[in-house]
């Protein structure tokens, strides 16, 4: 079926997400960045936050197991922009250039509510969707089937009409699952390739692609 919408993952799709990009100047040493990362500011722990747990709860959380490391800690919240730091490269050119072509654009993101506010303040484009399905809103994560039903039954839309944009292969392979089209987001040069061959061929050409 041809595609009449386009849905976007963010996070290290349109925006740039990394702890590494902080840590790097707090913990100049590899071996321990990367023990910190993996035992204190965990992936998981911070997975927490995008189903919904407040920042505030998942600090304190954090600090009452490590407290040698507090100062770490409280920069994950405190200096949490400085893991962000711009765009992914062609990725915004081609959103905005389907969004002026037209296109019903739409989001599906694992997000903490009160990180993604920030987020939208700094990155005005993520406040221009159709509508965006923040994991920490829904209490729902990626992969999980029911995250992008949400979606669909919310606006109407038939799933084998969207294509979806994740760097995830398991929120791709989730995506496809529930019959929507999908691509695993690797650069914008991919993406450009896929949203030509889904027909967006003008907004990828005004994209510079």
Known sequence: MAVSAVVFDVGNVLIEWDPRNLYRSLIPDEAE??????QVCSHDWNLEQDRGRLWAEAIAERVALFPQHEALIRAYSDRWAEMVPGEVPGSVAILKALREAGVPLYAITNFSSEKFAEAQARFPFLTRFVDVVVSAEERLLKPDPAIYRVLLDRNGLRAEACLFIDDSERNVEAARAVGMQAHHFRGAEGLAAAL????FDEAVLKAGF
């Open 196 to 199: 030509r061959a889904a027909g």
């Open 33 to 38: 960045r990367e023990a910190f990362l993996a």
